[in-house]
């Protein structure tokens, strides 16, 4: 038996493991690109055997393969995933997700520039000379990252994956042109065929540049006054051009998170208008790193109307059951886990309230939203009590909005506690009429936890 046929035997038995790697990231891609509002179609597959070999035979003649490791190191796609995108002005948010979600060991760009111009053999002389670029896409040969939630997934990070980005017009094209030209079913392809598949290609890059001016229309028409979002996608493409806009930062720097789950919020409240979201786009900070461009906009949300972050933790735990790539949301459903919810969030409504007030009394000038103002209470109190319960508080509050598991009853009930401590203190330092008042507004609504 020789080399190759060792190989294909060896990897036959192990194709399961190389189609559940490519299906893992592919799920990854889906759920991930989903949610932050890209449209795209993602496949996955584990490379045939029958075609395997062909490819093997044919590289062997260059390569001359001396074992099975030097065969490894030469195919880096037994197992493949495929983004076909729909908008060309896309592909640079992909960059982005990938390597933020993978291990990115190797980037291809096609056409290489070596390529532009390549020549096929013919019957008449010799050779055809492409008019148009060919196969325009960026390949990624990529490992999975360590999930912390899917430990039994650990295995198939040893696997090499190979991402396929392009558009959806020029994957069609690419599969076209490499059966016909690369495995055609008898003989060489004629000048004609050649002339027709590069007509072909030129058609699909002027369709990509359609698909371009289609996109920058969709985002014209959402732009205007009282225009509701009809998805995701278009919440998406409205908060990107926005921010692109009012800063110099390009698209693909933007860490935007979950817009569909921000789509569902917005229609839940009955706010889901371009304009809406448009007074908040001045106030995101696309460059942050621990807080995406949806969490702030949820924050400052929930901040101006605290009666819709109950509204906001329904939501959430409705997508996060209907989501089959992440951990449920869980929540105990008894009365006691109600009461501890609502506590908190109704002290947390308090503490809004009065740092608030504090900041724009004793700090005017540093005044700006909610947490903005706890992180410069937090470095302006000289209490280092004040300070560390505020850092619990803000947490907490975090991983009940951005996380995927709720608090525990009495995780709620101290960071509630914690709140009235720091309340308290911090009412102290006004004026005795204005502590009455202060006290009396806050006053108005207390749960009963007992």
Sequence with gaps: MNLIDVFLEQYIREIDFYENASKICAQICESELEKEGIRAIVTYRAKRAD??????IKRNKVKHYKNLQHIYDDIKDLAGVRIAIYFPNDIHKIDRFIKDKFDVKE?????EQSNVNYHIDDEEDGEYKKVFSGYNATHYRIHLKHQADNPENDKYTKAVIEIQVASVLMHAWAEVEHDLVYKPMNG?????????LDELNGLVLAGELALRRLQKAMQDRIKKSGTAFSNHYEL???IYDGICASTNIRSEDITMGRVDLLFKFLKAAQINRSEYI????????????????VEQIIDMIIEEDSSLYRVFL??????SNKNPYSNSY????????????LYFIDKLADLQFIINHFIDKFYPDMAGNFQTNLNTIINVVNDDDIAQKLKDIRKINMHIIHGNFVPSDQELIDGGNKIESVIEKLITRFDPSEQINLR????EVNINIG
């Design 236 to 238: 998406a493409a409205f």
């Design 314 to 319: 329904d939501i959430k735990k409705q997508m």
């Design 107 to 111: 980037i291809k760009r096609f056409p």
């Design 440 to 443: 009396k507004k806050i006053d």
């Design 330 to 341: 869980e929540d105990n459903n008894g009365e006691q886990s109600k009461k501890s919810m």
């Design 188 to 196: 060489h392809i004629s000048v004609d065929e050649h002339e027709i």
């Design 51 to 56: 075609r395997l070999k062909e490819k093997l």
């Design 278 to 293: 448009n007074k908040y786009i001045d106030d995101i900070d696309p460059e942050c790193k621990d807080t995406s461009v």
